[in-house]
């Protein structure tokens, strides 16, 4: 299975941007999906995570701003960001996982820079 993110990028305060996962397979197989991310000089965090049914989780940070879905017929994620401020600033990273058989896999990483 691979991941591939895309749609970082550098966008100003307030702006928004729209990241995409895409699944080289189905989706449908992975138990849970999610967005992380890793500021330079921190841990990678979770950002937002999404269930096969449905079911979305948010930090605390992000609550409100940002989206997660998941289209099951395109084979893709994606995480909506509004509001984006500089503290956004990270290495976003797709995850997925299944509990049979077994896997977690994650994608190479897309920049995302929120200038002030």
């Known amino acids: 299975v691979q991941l591939v993110e895309s749609g970082g990028g550098l966008v100003q305060a307030g702006g928004s941007l729209r990241l995409s996962c895409s699944a080289s397979?189905?989706?449908?197989?992975?138990?849970?999906m999610g967005w992380y991310r890793q500021a330079p000089g921190k841990q990678r965090e979770l950002v937002a995570s999404?269930?096969?049914?449905?079911?979305?989780n948010y930090a605390g940070s992000v609550k409100g701003r940002f989206t997660i879905s998941r289209d099951n017929t395109k084979n893709t994620m994606y995480l909506q960001m509004n509001s984006l401020k500089p503290e956004d600033t990270a290495v976003y990273y797709c995850?997925?996982?299944?509990?049979?058989?077994?896997?977690?896999?994650w994608g190479q990483g897309t920049q995302v820079t929120v200038s002030s």
């Open positions: 397979g189905s989706i449908f197989s992975f138990n849970g």
């Open positions: 995850n997925a996982y299944r509990n049979f058989p077994i896997g977690d896999y």
């Open positions: 999404i269930t096969r049914g449905g079911l979305s």
